[in-house]
């Protein structure tokens, strides 16, 4: 089925259109690294994000926003990680206000909001290594040592050429370079 078609089977309300944005968009995002920990946090589940993008798509009309750039699955992918993001109730101002400073003077100070949520971004991050270690690891049980002991054991190239028996330092090196392409390449699929 070619976009034109899925647009217009989702734009009529046919359940065939809609089945398939829950099995290609909602819960591939929803099981994501990037948003299954933000959907835990906020408690969302699948089903408010479905219930939100038919009403946007339907109820506000913003189905007819879509003209066939890039694919319709990826467009729709966006609306929901901007659901999941939208939220954080510390992005509506819902926050506490107990930690205010009073001044000397009586005059408080103004509360700084905070803009990023690093414990958060730390855990996907977290997340992120062990999965692409885990992919790594799947690939090249090697080449994951050699990653292993240089980034975390801080090994040289020389201690892991002999303990690894591996032919040359350079050697080493090279396998090394493989593998952090290897994880980028695996982290840049799931971002």
Not at 46 to 69: A, C, H, Q, S, T
Not at 85 to 97: F, M, Q, T
Not at 154 to 169: G, M, N, P, Q, T
């Amino acid at each position: 089925m070619i976009d034109a078609e899925w647009v217009d089977l989702v734009r009529n309300g046919e359940d065939a259109g809609w089945k398939r944005i829950w099995e290609e968009v909602v819960e591939p995002e929803a099981k994501s690294m990037r948003s299954a920990e933000l959907m835990k946090k906020y408690t969302i589940d699948p089903g408010d994000l479905m219930g939100w993008l038919y009403e946007d798509m339907i109820g506000r009309g913003k189905i007819n926003l879509f003209r066939g750039e890039g694919s319709f699955a990826g467009w729709l992918k966006t609306y929901v990680r901007g659901y999941i993001l939208r939220a954080d109730p510390n992005k509506h101002g819902e926050i506490s206000i107990e930690g205010a400073y009073q001044g000397e003077d009586g005059e408080s100070e103004a509360m700084e909001i905070p803009k990023d949520d690093h414990e958060t971004i730390r855990a996907e991050a977290w997340r992120m290594t062990h999965w692409c270690f885990r992919m790594l690891w799947n690939e090249d049980p090697v080449r994951c040592y050699i990653h292993l002991l240089k980034t975390r054991h801080s090994l040289s190239s020389e201690e892991i050429r002999d303990f690894l028996e591996v032919s040359s330092a350079a050697n080493v090196d090279q396998i090394f370079s493989r593998s952090v392409k290897f994880m980028r390449s695996w982290a840049a699929k799931c971002y």
